[in-house]
């Protein structure tokens, strides 16, 4: 696939030829031909920051409802049923940021029996991927099959975002439940969280590709539905494997907590033993210490040392039971 020498490099055209060989080709050309009576099939591919973006769309032989669809920064996976076509937008998963949070983006998409329009940013990495099928021989004959390609590809991007969080939690686990350590608590809700939104949006965007896939529309073809079964199944397998991660991060949780509360335990029957020692002590001293007559001892030099060796005789009894009751 060699590279277009478009204006600012935002808008990549290709063309399937009757082989299954995808081929770029100029933009101006596809924009003619589908302005016409164009019987082969093309995709468009733009990137959303390019200012030449809007331009373009507005040249297509697209509605205009349809065009601000494709243009909206904010939607949704989804599937929508047109009497010419169907409106697709699927979520690109990115890398994790440092937050643990999914970097997630839009590819809307318009798919119809002749042309596929795409809408995405710069960083989707749909170009590279696809470049790199086609040198290995794949094979792509109506816009059915590239819509597959494009949602089987995108369902493969979701899998570093599970094997990142299975490392952050495999970590966890590691540190309370083998060497009973205390991680941040932040980064263990973090995870939890993460693991819950890409979860989310893994089952939105399995709905919007099973859309695609039960539609019975002229385009779609065996080989594109296969596609788009095996791309939902990936992506309620990653679904299945975050809810996994979330009980994962739920049991470490819980150790934790359980951790904390034993500790907390231990030093409360500490307080509770050195109270229980100094109790007796203090009772005694109290009654030698009353201001009136017969205390014993009181006029005798000795009277000091023996109150002081029978409180140490009291509190080597003292930690005498408590070791044979083994409570600490």
Wanted: aromatic share 6%; net charge negative; charged share 25%.
């Amino acid at each position: 696939m060699e590279r277009v020498r478009s204006r600012e490099q935002t808008v990549f055209a290709f063309e399937i030829s009757a082989d299954g060989v995808l081929h770029e080709t100029a933009v101006e050309d596809v924009i003619d031909a589908h302005l016409g009576a164009s019987k082969g099939v093309h995709w468009l591919h733009v990137k959303q920051e390019g200012n030449s973006a809007e331009a373009l769309l507005n040249q297509l032989p697209l509605d205009a409802d349809l065009i601000e669809s494709l243009k909206s920064a904010d939607a949704l996976p989804r599937c929508t049923i047109f009497a010419q076509g169907v409106l697709l937008n699927l979520f690109v998963f990115k890398e994790l940021d440092q937050s643990f949070l999914p970097d997630l983006a839009v590819l809307r998409m318009w798919v119809s029996e002749r042309l596929v329009v795409s809408v995405c940013d710069d960083k989707s990495g749909i170009i590279p991927a696809l470049g790199e099928e086609v040198k290995r021989g794949l094979r792509l004959h109506n816009a059915a099959e590239l819509v597959s390609f494009i949602a089987l590809s995108l369902a493969d991007r979701a899998e570093p975002l599970f094997e990142a969080l299975s490392d952050r939690i495999e970590n966890m686990e590691d540190l309370v439940l083998l060497k009973a350590l205390q991680p941040w608590e932040t980064e263990l809700a973090h995870i939890r969280r993460t693991a819950t939104m890409i979860r989310r949006s893994l089952f939105t965007q399995r709905d919007a590709i099973r859309g695609f896939e039960i539609e019975n529309m002229a385009l779609m073809s065996r080989a594109a539905q296969v596609r788009l079964r095996e791309a939902a199944d990936r992506i309620t397998r990653i679904a299945e494997e975050m809810d996994a991660i979330r009980e994962r991060a739920e049991i470490v949780h819980d150790q934790v907590m359980f951790n904390r509360a034993e500790q907390t335990n231990r030093y409360m029957l500490m307080l509770a033993v050195v109270a229980a020692v100094f109790l007796p002590l203090s009772l005694i001293t109290g009654l030698l210490g009353i201001n009136v007559g017969g205390i014993p001892g009181a006029h005798s030099p000795y009277g000091f040392v023996v109150v002081c060796l029978l409180l140490l005789a009291v509190v080597a009894l003292q930690i005498y039971i408590v070791r044979r009751l083994k409570i600490l």
